[in-house]
């Protein structure tokens, strides 16, 4: 089992800027990718960015050059920080980890872009 907590989201106006975390516990070992993937209402759950346990990087093209995933592995936590942010990128964002017994999902957390 992998516990995941997100934290970080808010209200931001239009080209401001968030980061998000997502500390993780648990079988963290078993881990070999952690994501960031959100959904919007009405909408399906889409992956935003991705981050493999050797480092390599893959995001949505709607989010290229404004978005970056990074990881802490001293203190077991990814990170997405979010740049020249849009309306349309409000959406509640989960965080996701991947391991050889399943996917884990952490609660989600909350960004709306707004004047």
């Known amino acids: 089992q992998v516990q995941l907590v997100e934290s970080g989201g808010g209200l931001v106006q239009p080209g401001g800027s968030l980061r998000l975390s997502c500390a993780a516990s648990?079988?963290?070992?078993?881990?070999?990718?952690m994501g960031w993937y959100r959904q919007a209402p009405g909408k399906q759950r889409e992956s935003v960015a991705i981050i493999t346990s050797g480092g390599t990087t893959n995001y949505a093209d709607s989010v290229k050059g404004r978005f970056t995933i990074s990881r802490d592995n001293a203190k077991n936590t990814v990170y997405l920080q979010m740049n020249s942010l849009k309306p349309e990128d409000t959406a509640v964002y989960y965080c996701?980890?991947?391991?050889?017994?399943?996917?884990?999902w952490g609660q989600g957390t909350q960004v709306t872009v707004s004047s």
């Open positions: 648990g079988s963290i070992f078993n881990i070999y990718a």
């Open positions: 996701n980890a991947a391991t050889v017994h399943g996917g884990f």
